[in-house]
């Protein structure tokens, strides 16, 4: 079975632009989430997808944004960049249950660079 | 506050040695489950082990073990005979059934690091 795949792996943008990220989730899985992982705030929640409807969001200025296609697979946009907005984004998959255990089995990151 | 706590920032152990990496969690909720994940300097996340609140036994996967103390809140991670491969960051993570729901809340992590 495949896994989580995130694409694309590295991304270099200036100030001002916008970028999108893209998250295919293990075959099965109805749910998406979002986390941003840099040095300083660590692992942070974004948002989460399930069936295509966002279920939960963390605490994230309205630049950050996502969507869920109707085969689970996810995207996410930042506009207006940032240089604070320099991070490994990760993505998340599950089936989506709302049991404790709903293991989220994670892709490889997007590497953004914000210049 | 913090919800989950990791107070070793790194760590060392000798290969073949056991290692315990701890973690605190805080949570008023009576139905939760714990995570441990491992990101080696990759970046890929990987799902160790998992144990639910009301689990009554210790998660156990492979050389990986979870040493859980509900009472303390506490839920630490043992991985026994430690290989070289082992190094990385450990990540121990919380799900709360009640108000976050379908997100996990992570702490600032350990870095371990495997000495031949």
Sequence with gaps: KAGVTQ??????????QQV???????????????????????????FEYFSETQRN?????????????SNSRSEMNVSTLELGDSALYLCASSVGDHLAKNIQYFGAGTRLSVL | AQKITQTQPGMFVQEKEAVTLDCTYDTSDQSYG?????QPSSGEMIFLIYQGSYDEQNATEGRYSLNFQKARKSANLVIS???LGDSAMYFC??????????NLIFGKGTKLSVKP
């Design chain 2, 81 to 83: 005979a430690s290989q």
């Design chain 1, 7 to 16: 694409t694309p792996r590295y991304l270099i943008k200036t100030r001002g």
């Design chain 2, 34 to 38: 714990l995570f441990w994940y491992k």
């Design chain 1, 20 to 46: 999108t990220l893209s998250c295919s989730p293990i075959s099965g899985h109805r749910s998406v989430s979002w986390y941003q992982q840099t040095p300083g705030q660590g692992l942070q929640f974004l």
């Design chain 1, 57 to 69: 969001k963390g605490n994230f200025p309205g630049r950050f944004s996502g969507r869920q296609f």
């Design chain 2, 93 to 102: 993570a919380m799900r709360e059934r009640g108000g976050s729901q379908g």
